[in-house]
């Protein structure tokens, strides 16, 4: 395969949506965002990242020690990322609860499952990443100081859909 520095893509811009389990996602990485999903604003500079892991258990024969098979015992996608304006949107995803006149509520209970949309474009390049079914599961600190924003890492955890997938990449391959 040759090489083509136009398959080199950089994630210059984009945005990150949420919205209930049933709103109506995304199906390619271009056509418009359903009004049922809602942008969250501003995102730190880190942009989105993609972890994916698997846990993978070794089965030894007695003859030699050898491995004979490896058997998946969990398998995780999340992705990562820092919500940097202070909205209702984004401490709505901190914090796991409606943001009412200007009051949250912080309590115990589990984050609550929501579809997630992560864009991201570079000139006319597109890639569109839907999550069917997440939860923030990690939540690092907030911090307010006089020389950053205050900032909401979140962890979203991928739980898979009715159809077992657990997220989906649409790339836009027209140009």
């Not at 999340?78 to 509520?105: C, H, L, P, R, W």
């Not at 923030?136 to 205050?150: F, H, L």
Request: hydrophobic residues 35%.
């Amino acid at each position: 395969m040759a090489t083509d520095s136009d398959n080199v893509l950089v994630g210059v811009t984009g945005g990150v949506y949420h919205g209930a389990t049933d709103a109506t996602l995304p199906t390619d990485a271009i056509t418009a965002i359903d009004a049922d999903l809602t942008e969250v604003g501003y995102i730190s500079e880190d942009g989105v990242t993609q972890s994916i892991d698997a846990d993978n258990e070794s089965i030894k024969a007695w003859q030699n020690g050898d491995t004979v098979r490896t058997v998946q015992t969990s398998h995780e996608v999340t992705y990562q990322f820092k919500m940097i304006e202070s909205n209702d949107e984004s401490q709505s995803i901190f914090y796991g609860a409606d943001v009412t006149g200007g009051t949250i509520e912080i309590t115990g209970d589990q984050m609550p499952l929501k579809s997630y949309v992560f864009e991201m474009l570079d000139g006319d390049q597109a890639i569109r990443i839907v999550v069917p079914k997440g939860r923030v599961t990690d939540r690092g600190e907030v911090v307010w100081k006089n020389d950053e924003p205050i900032g909401y890492e979140v962890t979203i955890n991928c739980l898979p859909d009715s159809s077992g997938v657990k997220s989906y990449i649409y790339q836009d391959t027209s140009s």
